[in-house]
């Protein structure tokens, strides 16, 4: 069966330092993968979204990036974090191909100091 | 652009009592719909997808939601609330051959003793 891990579950880092969240899927090949960020009493806003290797597709322009380095791997950064960062960062997976739903991890709490 | 409306933030019910989410959405074209819920501190976890093989889906937990194109409406339903079911939920929509999933604000369930 497929799973999706991300780590870390919580962490708080002071403005201006650097950011690196990952997440990896196991069990499935070629997934598409997602980041989320969900900011107190909001929605999902969709930051990031990527079909293959490399191949990185932007929603929203931020002081993030994200990266693909291998099939199931995802990573958010941040060279410098704003206190607007903060919030609930998810990574999601979705069978490649369309019409086809999400699968989430358990998320990360970012809290900027 | 397509996009889902959800109506009330809020629904508080007693425990025992039906539940009724509302969801709205708009699209062009045939939408793939799909409700999920999203526990305190975890992702989210998909309760149904509609897919056009039938207009009353069921999913997990003993809830079901019906498709209504004439109202452009997927509302979410479960005959008797449990305790259990305290969470968020939220509506959300794929334009048919798309991959990218759009959600709605959520609603947020209060079970009551």
């Known amino acids: 069966s497929q799973t999706i891990h991300q780590w870390p579950a919580t962490l708080v880092q002071p403005v201006g330092s650097p950011l690196s969240l990952e997440c990896t899927v196991e069990g499935t090949s070629n997934p598409n993968l997602y980041w989320y960020r969900q900011a107190a009493g909001r929605g999902l806003q969709l930051l990031f979204y990527?079909?293959?290797?490399?191949?990185i597709s932007s929603e929203v322009p931020q002081n993030l990036s994200a990266s693909r380095p291998q099939d199931r791997q995802f990573i958010l950064s941040s060279k410098k974090l704003l206190l607007s960062d903060s919030g609930f960062y998810l990574c999601?997976?979705?069978?490649?191909?369309?019409?086809?739903?999400?699968?989430f991890g358990d998320g990360t709490r970012l809290s900027i100091l | 652009a397509q996009s889902v409306t959800q109506l009330g933030s809020h629904v508080s019910v007693s425990e025992g009592a039906l539940v009724l989410l509302r969801c709205n959405y708009s699209s062009s074209v045939p939408p793939y719909l799909f409700w999920y819920v999203q526990y305190p501190n975890q992702g989210l976890q998909l309760l149904l997808k509609?897919?056009?093989?039938?207009?009353l889906v069921k999913g997990i937990n003993g809830f079901e939601a019906e498709f209504k194109k004439s109202e452009t409406s997927f509302h979410l339903t479960k005959p008797s609330a449990h305790m259990s079911d305290a969470a968020e939920y939220f509506c959300?929509?794929?334009?048919?051959?798309?991959?990218?999933?759009?959600f709605g604000a959520g609603t947020r369930l209060f079970v009551k003793a």
């Open positions: 509609y897919t056009s093989a039938a207009t």
């Open positions: 999601a997976w979705s069978v490649l191909g369309a019409n086809q739903p999400q699968h």
């Open positions: 959300a929509v794929i334009e048919d051959g798309g991959f990218k999933t759009i």
């Open positions: 990527s079909v293959g290797i490399g191949q």
